[in-house]
């Protein structure tokens, strides 16, 4: 195939459709169960439970500081199902491209997802293909599907959670939205890149623990004030968190300040955080301390009972003060996945 544009008929089911999957899909996945193009995968089979997850992928721009909205598409599919107490095994994929976008960008795509793929040990092992006419998508969307085996010991339940547990955030929040917009408004960002990376890792780092661990999420869209609101709605707890412990980097914190947002509705998509039994906490932070993605691993916050508190998010500022943290309201970024 030459380095030119996707055409309509890329997506007609002929000569020019074979030709892209043969040279752009088969070539990057096509060594296990995607070998021969089935209409459905043939996959092991596993003794335990399955965990499954789907996503898609619409970011603007499609290429930002840090990634792009391949690896994007990788790590947010194996994040979801990572947290859910499961180890990621299989992935689907399907393209909806827009006729036009440039096949030169498109390999760059593909390579991101082959490189997070085999980063994350998942075979992409089916997926599709569609173009559409010009105008009718922004370059390209992404849609993945996961698949994992639940691990035992995980009993992930917001029910559990109990006054004294610790809140834990696997390193720097909001890093990724900010990149987002950075890039789509065109603004200096310095050394701000996304978060986007695999959390996999994290959570096979406390499986040993896995009976004291309570909650896991990857604060994404809304970032870690929905997260955390989300897990104590309606619930006879709050949280408590330390705004001197919240993890921003500069760059975030300075861009955040310049246009006005509020960094624990920005979302991240490299990061988890967990809610555990307050003895082990410690433990934890530096457990994922040792890992390239937990380098900034910390404790944020504390599960409270209280009649003002219960069902409620509150941070407590760095001169003393409080205030609630609510869900975010509206659309605050441009598409950040």
């Known amino acids: 195939m030459g380095d030119d544009k996707i055409l309509l008929g890329h997506g007609g089911g002929g000569l020019l459709t074979r030709s892209l999957i043969d040279d752009e899909i088969v ?12 209409d459905g995968a043939l996959l092991p089979a596993m003794k335990g439970r399955l965990v499954f997850s789907t996503d898609s992928f619409v970011v603007s721009p499609g290429f930002f500081p840090g990634g792009n909205i391949g690896d994007l598409a990788v790590h947010g599919t194996v994040n979801d199902v990572a947290v859910s107490g499961a180890k990621p095994m299989w992935l689907s994929l399907a393209l909806i491209i827009e006729e036009g976008y440039a096949i030169s960008d498109l390999r760059k795509i593909l390579d991101a997802i082959k490189a997070a793929a085999d980063d994350c040990q998942v075979q992409i092992v089916t997926g599709d293909t569609k173009v559409v006419r010009r105008g009718q998508c922004d370059g390209i969307y992404i849609n993945t599907a996961g698949i994992g085996e639940l691990i035992d010991g995980f009993d992930l339940n917001p029910n559990a959670i109990r006054p004294g547990d610790k809140v834990i955030v696997s390193g720097n929040l909001g890093d990724h ?9 065109g603004l200096g960002t310095g050394r701000l890149k996304s978060d986007s990376a695999p959390v996999h890792r994290l959570v096979q780092s406390i499986l040993d623990v896995a009976d004291k661990i309570r909650f896991m999420r990857d604060p ?17 707890v709050g949280v408590l968190l330390d705004e001197n412990r919240l993890p921003f980097s500069l760059e975030a914190r300075g861009l955040s300040e310049m246009l006005g947002f509020d960094l624990l509705h920005v979302a991240s998509e490299g990061r988890m955080m967990c809610v555990c039994d307050g003895a082990i906490a410690n433990d934890v932070v530096n457990r994922w301390q040792t890992l390239p993605e937990g380098a900034n691993a910390c404790i944020i916050g504390e599960v409270k009972q209280d009649s003002g508190m219960n069902g409620r998010v509150v ?17 605050l970024l441009p598409r950040i996945c």
């Open 177 to 185: 939205g900010m990149a987002v917009m950075a890039a789509r408004e």
């Open 27 to 38: 070539s990057r996945f096509g060594q296990g169960p995607l070998k021969g193009l089935p």
């Open 315 to 331: 941070l407590e500022t760095a001169i003393g003060g409080r205030r609630v943290v609510d869900v975010p309201q509206g659309e």
């Open 220 to 236: 994404t869209r809304g970032g870690m004030a929905a997260t955390l609101n989300e897990v104590v709605a309606d619930r006879d």
